[in-house]
């Protein structure tokens, strides 16, 4: 049996099950900027099945409407019938791709991502001669771009770290008598920009008495080059992920970003379902997988005598795949709530997309960021100090927003401010004693 | 195809990036919310932003004679939006404002383009609602709902559409601007043109302005599920509901295929065997009266024999009751790829006749129907399940639809409750109303469309 990626016959039950009652119009963020029949889910469906009936052909107008999802799964929630709207749109991608090959310029960044060594090397290169490229913002940690290098001029793109997280801390790190036994897959952001996030992470779970396991040779988890529909390039990056994570023995493997976790919980999967070896090694990695917040919460269980407060009011981002596709939106909310000190205002359409979708933030910057107004002025209507969240990406995005439209407040991985509140009640046990 | 000359016309009108030409964008509004009707596309898409620039565009479209079909958010159920002459798909989604709030008045004035919800949402600090409530509230436009005089659940105690339009902006055919009606409740001016361009479906000109009636919220509600072993004694509980002069905001009905299907589907505790369920809610501004009512309501479903009922004691308890009827669509779409689904409507005491009409079409044409509906106002939905690919099963659906229409009009019901004659239902059109009901129904369109511009195909059928 062909993976939907290699055919797109595999998704003809869900282009079918569309019934093109147009309930998708109410939460696609895109669809609420353009009006426009293309970029909702039932026209987008509508033009996949002119390809497959032979009424249209692989053309660029195809590419750019294709180009117009988020892949946030709003729709999706919100389909009466249950179609996997993102399933269709990253198929019929991946045909595209396989039909008239990638773009240039998408070829040569995934080619690095393919080869982790070279990656990783660019990206550490990357943070010595970033000052050269980016002018540093006054008040925000991040950078205004000096060169016009295909991003918007306008950009806020935060700071690569001196040191990637994965060359600051060592590969194991025990603990006494440990609890559980983990791997920590960093993902990109935490690993090259949100160090502090990530050593917040591995502080968290040493402080549950957590072992902790940060593979040396993990590298990208391929959610953009999935979502730009190069499927032959996300089966090696998967191979090689499945591969390095079957050798551990470990009880759960935690990730910090619903992209990745999805990737690994679901993607991996669908790419391999014609390849029963790979598929099986794929699944018990899948049923390990597990968000930082959901492990502390229901694995550990969260143990309120070790918080300490954290005096602000903070309002919560959900990130779609951490929502919708890994379904972790109240463990977060949880940990927050549990903290002393800290109160949590619920902002209008905390689970509506922020607009980055990773590299859409790239390509249709004006589009991204007029969907992200909405989420900025949702923000600011709470009065909160600091936004929370649990994705790098998002992350990355709030912070050009916030410099956009002019709201200067801290944001947080939830797993930063977990961490903050173990260190306050461990201050203040020091100070008693 | 219309010439790049004209083309250039229209982007000099509205900008380039409010004239959609590519074949992707075309194929994109080839459709609408209706199954088994074809898909024809436009030759282009043209959003206005003001109402200076539809006049242009239906001036420009008169003097070259170019079809115009109007578009909100295209989610109707009988090909309405399809644009059966190609020409020019005008779509009013950026004519979307809130133009006016009286709550002095009980009115507000708003741009076709807007979305039903968005002015429930901003009448909603006034205390105040607009009560037609389709399925589709969330996602149509009031210029579509008054084009279509759309319906929903609440039309039994509050009315429809018609019922809420006080007053219209229309351009005409010719490019002319009229207003009819106004903010008066009392009005009887002329001859009534408001309800003449509301339910013409675009075919006799283009609203640009919508002047609505509102109401005070009701404060209090209550809400039931009641459950039937047969169709009579669900049939009787409606009547007598009514002849006990309670009028339920809300009283809609699930046969048995319905159930089945929905249970299979959400997995909500229905009893698979019951031949139907009857979803009743009450409201009103005194609690005590809100009250009084449900009692007699639920007294009359024991009297006539429901089996079992279920009373919502909390908000969530009331959604999980309307989750239960809203999965009815939805759920019935699942079990097979095409679902089509009709809006036949006969007098409420013909309720019974009517479904064991359609239980009795659905054995003769072996064809597995679900109906479901707003029993309270005799607007029922037999959704037909089927496949659009075979071929053989086509025909012997559209004889079934032949035959429900047949039974409906002889029950002394209507072709359509709510979702329009559009293109799907115009053959059937001579049948309710005669060769004289049409010819005169033609001659108001030709006085008006001379040329035949708005909306062909639709109502009237072909050419």
């Given amino acids: ?433 | 195809m219309l010439s790049q000359n004209i083309l250039n016309e229209l982007i000099k009108i509205v900008g380039k990036e409010n004239v959609l030409t590519s074949k992707e964008d075309l194929i994109t509004y080839s459709f609408d919310g209706t199954a088994d009707v074809p898909h024809i596309l436009p030759d282009v898409v043209v959003t206005p932003t003001t109402k200076e620039q539809i006049v242009k565009i239906v001036k420009l479209a008169s003097q070259h004679k170019i079809p115009i079909t109007t578009r909100g958010s295209g989610t109707n159920l009988s090909g309405g939006t399809i644009p059966v002459e190609n020409g020019i798909v005008l779509s009013m989604l950026k004519f979307d404002k809130i133009l006016e709030i009286d709550a002095e008045n009980l009115v507000a004035v708003v741009q076709p383009g807007l979305v039903i919800q968005r002015l429930n949402e901003a009448v909603a600090p006034y205390g105040l609602i607009y009560p037609p409530d389709p399925g589709t509230v969330t996602t149509a436009t009031m210029g579509g709902s008054v084009s279509e005089c759309s319906g929903g659940l609440r039309g039994l105690k509050y009315g429809v559409t018609k019922d809420y339009v006080m007053g219209l902006e229309v351009v005409m055919a010719n490019g002319d601007i009229i207003r009819t009606g106004g903010k008066t409740v009392k009005n009887v001016s002329g001859y009534d043109l408001t309800k003449l361009f509301t339910g013409a479906e675009g075919t006799l000109g283009i609203i640009t302005e919508i002047t609505v009636k509102l109401i005070p919220a009701p404060k209090y509600r209550r809400s039931m599920l009641a459950i039937f072993d047969n169709i009579e004694n669900a049939g009787k509980a409606i009547a007598d509901i009514i002849k006990n002069q309670v009028i339920p905001a809300t009283l809609e009905i699930m046969d048995n295929v319905t159930i089945r299907t929905v249970e299979n589907y959400a997995k909500i505790g229905l009893p698979t065997d019951a031949a139907a369920i009857l979803v009743i809610e009450v409201d009103g501004s005194v609690e005590q009266v809100v009250l009084n009512e449900f009692d007699t309501v639920q007294r009359i479903c024991k009297e006539d024999g429901a089996t079992q009922i279920k009373i919502a004691n909390s908000d969530k308890e009331r959604d999980s009751i309307f989750a239960a009827r809203r999965a009815a669509l939805p759920a019935l779409a699942q079990v097979k790829p095409t679902t089509v689904l009709e809006d036949a409507t006969v007098p409420r005491s013909k309720i019974p006749d009517m479904l064991k009409a359609l239980d009795e079409i659905a054995k003769k044409y072996n064809l597995k129907i679900g109906t479901f509906g707003h029993a309270g106002d005799g607007n029922l939905h037999p959704t037909i399940l089927t496949d659009e690919s075979n071929t053989e099963e086509m025909e012997r659906v559209h004889k079934a639809v032949d035959e429900i229409f047949k039974v409906a009009l002889e029950l002394g019901g209507t072709l359509s409750g709510e979702h329009g004659i559009g293109m799907a239902k115009a053959k059937y059109m001579e049948l309710q109303f005669g060769k004289e009901g049409m010819a005169v129904m033609k001659k108001i369109k030709d006085a008006l469309d001379p040329d035949g511009i708005m909306n062909p195909g639709k109502m009237f059928g072909g050419n």
């Fill in chain 1, 1 to 433: 049996m062909a993976t939907m990626y290699d055919s797109l016959d595999a998704v003809k039950a869900e282009i079918l099950n569309c019934m093109k009652c147009g309930n998708c119009q109410e939460v696609c963020p895109i669809y609420l900027e353009e009006k426009k029949e293309g970029a909702v889910a039932r026209g987008k469906i509508k033009l996949v099945d002119a390809v497959l009936k032979g009424d249209l052909e692989y053309t660029e107008g195809l590419a750019e409407k294709l180009a117009l999802c988020l892949t946030c799964k709003a729709c999706v929630k919100h389909c009466p019938c249950g179609v996997q709207v993102d399933k269709i749109i990253l198929a019929a991608r991946s045909a595209l791709v396989k039909k008239k090959g990638l773009h240039p310029i998408k070829k040569a960044i995934f080619g690095t991502l393919k080869r982790p060594g070279l990656f990783n090397m660019g990206m550490k290169t990357g943070s010595m001669f970033q000052g050269l490229a980016f002018k540093k913002h006054k008040t925000l940690n991040g950078a205004y771009p000096r060169f016009p290098f295909g991003l918007d001029m306008r950009r806020i793109i935060p700071p690569l770290a001196t040191t990637p997280l994965r060359n600051l801390l060592p590969e194991v790190i025990k603990v006494d008598k440990p609890v559980k036994k983990v791997a920590f897959f960093t993902g990109c952001t935490m690993n090259f920009i949100y160090v502090d996030a990530g050593k917040a992470l591995v502080d968290v779970l040493k402080a549950n008495n957590v072992e902790v396991i940060i593979p040396k040779d993990q590298h990208c988890c391929a959610m953009p080059v999935l979502a730009h529909g190069d499927s032959d390039t996300v089966k090696e990056m998967a191979k090689s992920h499945v591969d390095l994570f079957s050798k551990l023995d470990v009880d759960k493997i935690i990730t910090a970003c619903g992209s990745c976790g999805s990737m690994f919980q679901k993607h991996y999967l669908e790419i391999f379902e014609d390849n029963p070896e790979y598929y099986a090694k794929a699944k018990k990695i899948a049923d390990k997988i597990m968000d930082i917040s959901d492990f502390i919460v229901k694995e550990i269980g969260l143990d309120e005598s070790k918080l300490g407060p954290v005096n602000m009011k903070v309002t919560y981002h959900d990130p779609c795949h951490l929502n919708r596709g890994m379904g972790v939106k109240d463990s977060p909310r949880q940990i927050l709530k549990a903290i002393p000190g800290l109160e949590l205002i619920e902002m209008k359409h905390a689970d509506r997309c922020c607009g980055s979708a990773g590299s859409f933030s790239l390509t249709h910057y004006d589009l991204s960021m007029s969907i992200h107004k909405h989420k900025i002025d949702n923000i600011k209507a709470t009065k909160a100090d600091a936004v929370v969240t649990g994705c790098g990406a998002c992350i990355m995005q709030l912070g050009d927003g916030m410099n956009r439209f002019n709201h200067n407040v801290p944001i947080y991985h939830t797993v930063e401010i977990l961490a903050k509140s173990y260190a306050a009640k461990k201050k203040s046990e020091k100070s008693a004693s």
